[in-house]
């Protein structure tokens, strides 16, 4: 069984930073596309950041471009998250996404393509 497991999450001062972790467990991801997603209170769960298997290619949503970095550990099949700059609209549960296919950037930001998701942590920014 897969368990993808997020941890990380907080609260924080606009301005500061926050690292999230995202471990996964019963499956390996090294050559699958590992992503991080979020919903705010009262919106649609929308794609934040992915880092695919192959080359390690990542692709980010422009709201947090130049703020919100990711990278992963094969050997840990863990994957990170390092926001900073944090914004109050970056308010939101964080959740972990993953998938053994690579695929390429037209499949990405889409939720149905992670077959795989954690239960998320909650990231609260304050102004």
């Known amino acids: 069984q897969v368990h993808l497991v997020e941890s990380g999450g907080g609260l924080v001062q606009a301005g500061g930073s926050l690292r999230l972790s995202c471990a996964a467990s019963?499956?390996?991801?090294?050559?699958?596309?590992m992503a991080w997603f979020r919903q705010a209170p009262g919106k649609e769960r929308e794609f934040v950041v992915s880092?695919?298997?192959?080359?390690?290619?990542?692709y980010c949503t422009d709201s947090v471009k130049g703020r919100f970095t990711v990278s992963r550990d094969n050997a840990k099949n863990t994957v990170y998250l390092q926001m900073n700059s944090l914004k109050p609209e970056d308010t939101a549960v964080y959740y972990c996404?993953?998938?053994?296919?690579?695929?390429?950037?037209?499949?990405?930001?889409?939720?149905?393509?992670?077959?795989?998701w954690g239960q998320g942590t909650q990231v609260t920014v304050s102004s």
């Open positions: 019963g499956r390996t991801f090294s050559s699958g596309t």
């Open positions: 996404a993953a998938t053994s296919s690579d695929g390429t950037v037209w499949n990405w930001g889409h939720l149905g393509w992670y077959p795989y």
């Open positions: 880092v695919s298997g192959s080359i390690g290619t990542t």
